[in-house]
């Protein structure tokens, strides 16, 4: 299912993107041919061709229909690309992030006594 639905989106983008798309316009030839046809029946496909396209259109009043044959309008369809490679090349940047040592307020906050750190401290009552 995923190859079918591929092919079908491949093929949308060809006939969109190239002049391919003008093949979709080949049973418009083959009717205006069969026009011509009942016209005139002594009219060869190799006549027919050669009126629509060497330039020996007769005056026929059928420009509009004649316009609508494929590759009768050439249409020119670009793409502009911008290629740019891909590289593997890496840089490091050396960025320096300051340490903010915080050591704690400079003065003490509360009354030390000596006495009370002390290994050797006066008996309690």
């Known amino acids: 299912m995923k190859r079918l639905f591929l092919h079908i989106i491949l093929t949308i983008v060809i006939l969109d993107t190239t002049s391919l798309y003008q093949v979709l ?63 593997t090349t890496f840089t490091f940047k050396n960025t320096f992030w300051p340490v903010k040592a915080d050591y704690g307020p400079d003065m003490p906050q509360v009354q030390y006594n000596a006495a009370l750190g002390s290994l050797f401290r006066p008996p309690r009552v």
């Open 25 to 87: 316009k080949f049973p418009a030839l083959i009717k205006h041919f069969i026009e011509h046809k009942t016209l005139n029946q002594n009219i060869s496909v190799l006549d027919f061709m050669a009126m629509h396209y060497g330039g020996n259109d007769l005056d026929d009043n059928d420009d509009e229909k004649d316009m609508q044959l494929p590759f009768k309008k050439v249409e020119i369809q670009h793409a502009n690309f911008l290629f740019i490679p891909f590289t």
